[in-house]
């Protein structure tokens, strides 16, 4: 019931920038949280960054200092400004969203489709 669509990924450079967005459509009665996670060749799924509905944001270490995650709750957008870009952050990034139905009702999770990032020279 909540459809999660990426934009903004692509190819950038060691040292450049990137703002992937992801804007959230459907029916619901409150998306909770918001975040990014990355899925690279081989390897398992991991969180990125989150942040909560108040705006409270966690970040994955290697990240801190060089990405940001905002949302725009009046449009149920979220985004991740990259800078500081390194090879080692290419990945399908992905958009996601928890979100439940109806007031006190539960919440589950809602996965974008994934935008690929690469960083090359």
């Known amino acids: 019931q909540v459809q999660l669509v990426e934009s903004g990924g692509g190819l950038g450079q060691p040292g450049g920038s990137l703002r992937p967005s992801c804007a959230a459509s459907?029916?619901?009665?409150?998306?909770?949280?918001m975040g990014w996670y990355l899925q690279a060749p081989g390897k398992q799924r991991e969180l990125v960054a989150n942040?909560?509905?108040?705006?409270?944001?966690d970040y994955a270490d290697s990240v801190k200092g060089r990405f940001t995650i905002t949302r725009d709750n009046t449009v149920n957008t979220v985004s991740l400004q990259m800078n500081s870009l390194k090879s080692e952050d290419t990945a399908v990034y992905y958009c996601?969203?928890?979100?439940?139905?109806?007031?006190?009702?539960?919440?589950?999770?809602?996965w974008g489709q994934g935008t690929q990032v690469t960083i090359s020279s």
């Open positions: 459907g029916t619901f009665s409150r998306i909770r949280a």
């Open positions: 996601t969203a928890d979100f439940r139905r109806m007031a006190y009702g539960p919440y589950f999770r809602s």
């Open positions: 942040i909560a509905s108040g705006g409270n944001a």
